[in-house]
């Protein structure tokens, strides 16, 4: 049985997708709840919105903790990655490892995963994944540490925010392009 559950955060309602093995999809805020549900309803197209039993409800709850800018890894939320590519999962698992306010690079994705050649291939799975804010795209960035590409609602700047909150500071990234 798949089901879902949305939840208020300090950067609005997200809602959250369940099987049998994990967490199936995570949605950050979109203009209106509608399109929210709507995308994250990809995940579970048949699930049933009920009350999160308690470990989906602790999951909600370390998620709502790090947008509220405590330093939360959501390292032992167990995600379902049954559906997605091989390829995905490696990226997936990788980007995972990033510690909240921490960046890594598309090629340094693709390096820790063995393929050095990859970084564009890592930039299109994390632009496909269903696991926001838990598998952290947002802290992977682009070449040089530049803030490119972020499928989220509001883009660039719904990553820099979620950054922000992490404790990552704008300076760092000006003194980043300076550099470059």
């Given at each position: ?79 379902d ?5 091989a ?30 050649s ?49 404790g ?13």
């Amino acid at each position: 049985m798949y089901a879902y559950a949305f939840f208020d955060t300090s950067i609005g309602r997200c809602g959250l997708a369940w099987g049998p093995r994990g967490i199936v999809g995570v949605q950050l805020p979109e203009r209106s709840e509608g399109t929210t549900r709507t995308r994250l309803m990809r995940h579970c197209p048949n699930a049933d919105e009920i009350e999160p039993p308690k470990q989906i409800a602790r999951a909600i709850e370390e998620i709502a903790a790090l947008l509220r800018g405590e330093k939360k890894g959501l390292r032992t939320l167990q995600l379902d990655m049954s559906r997605v590519p091989a390829f995905n999962a490696r990226v997936y698992e990788t980007a995972r490892a990033i510690a909240p306010g921490k960046t890594r690079t598309y090629g340094e994705i693709a390096r820790a995963i063995g393929d050095p050649s990859a970084a564009r291939a890592v930039g299109q799975a994390l632009g496909r994944n269903p696991f926001a804010i838990v598998v952290p795209c947002h802290r992977v960035v682009g070449a040089n540490d530049k803030l490119v590409g972020f499928s989220a609602s509001g883009g660039i700047a719904t990553k820099l925010k979620l950054l922000e909150i992490e404790g990552w500071r704008a300076e760092e990234q000006l003194l980043f392009e300076e550099l470059a």
